[in-house]
T-cell receptor, first 113, second 114 residues
């Protein structure tokens, strides 16, 4: 079952623009992670934000977390054609006996040169 | 390159058959995870191992089994295959399987059932 749901399902922007993807989840979490998947490849870990953090940056990536709304957003600034990929949020639920990731269905980002 | 190696990259077989997917985790990682990715179900967690022991089970069918060997590589066995088992199967690894550790994914095995 999906814990996280990304929005939008697909996003098309011009190179240089910013891209914002949102993720909502249902239950309390330990942390939320964002992953990127290029077509036909494995997932690449981008950033992890803990439940007691509100914002985190990594290069051109900015992630926010609002636990009261059970939502997160991923902002990619100054997008490049190489950012074209699917982006997934994944949660680790709190209180779970193990720490597997529960993924959303992803946002497909297309950056047009 | 994530450091996680999965073989084979592609597998084509028929219904009713059995296959074995192999995963070598990143050097130093003790925990291995298996995921199934399909168009309709998305990415589903199947099973996790830590240092040879099963740690967690997700949506894994009884026809599927896995193990992690003393050298830490892992195998996922799929038997009595059905058309619906066609999917991408990913292995991921992390250092100890702790909840604040990122997971590192291989490039997957694409399984096609004819």
């Amino acid at each position: 079952s999906q814990q996280g749901e990304e929005d939008p399902q697909a996003l098309s922007i011009q190179e240089g623009e910013n891209a914002t993807m949102n993720c909502s989840y249902k239950t309390s979490i330990n942390n939320l992670q964002w992953y990127r998947q290029n077509s036909g490849r494995g997932l690449v870990h981008l950033i992890l934000i803990r439940s007691n953090e509100r914002e985190k940056h990594s290069g051109r990536l900015r992630v926010t977390l609002d636990t009261s709304k059970k939502s997160s957003s991923l902002l990619i600034t100054a997008s490049r054609a190489a950012d074209t990929a699917s982006y997934f949020c994944a949660t680790v639920m709190s209180g779970a006996g193990s720490y597997q990731l529960t993924f959303g269905k992803g946002t497909k980002l297309s950056v047009i040169p | 390159d994530s450091g996680v190696t999965q073989t084979p990259k592609h597998l084509i077989t028929a219904t009713g058959q059995r296959v074995t997917l192999r995963c070598s985790p990143r050097s130093g990682d003790l925990s291995v995870y298996w995921y199934q990715q399909s168009l309709d179900q998305g990415l589903q967690f199947l099973i996790q191992y830590y240092n040879g022991e099963e740690r967690a089970k997700g949506n894994i069918l009884e026809r599927f089994s896995a193990q992690q060997f003393p050298d830490l590589h892992s195998e996922l066995n799929l038997s009595s295959l059905e058309l619906g088992d066609s999917a991408l199967y990913f292995c991921a690894s992390s250092v100890t399987g702790g909840f604040n550790q990122p997971q590192h994914f291989g490039d997957g095995t694409r399984l096609s059932i004819l």
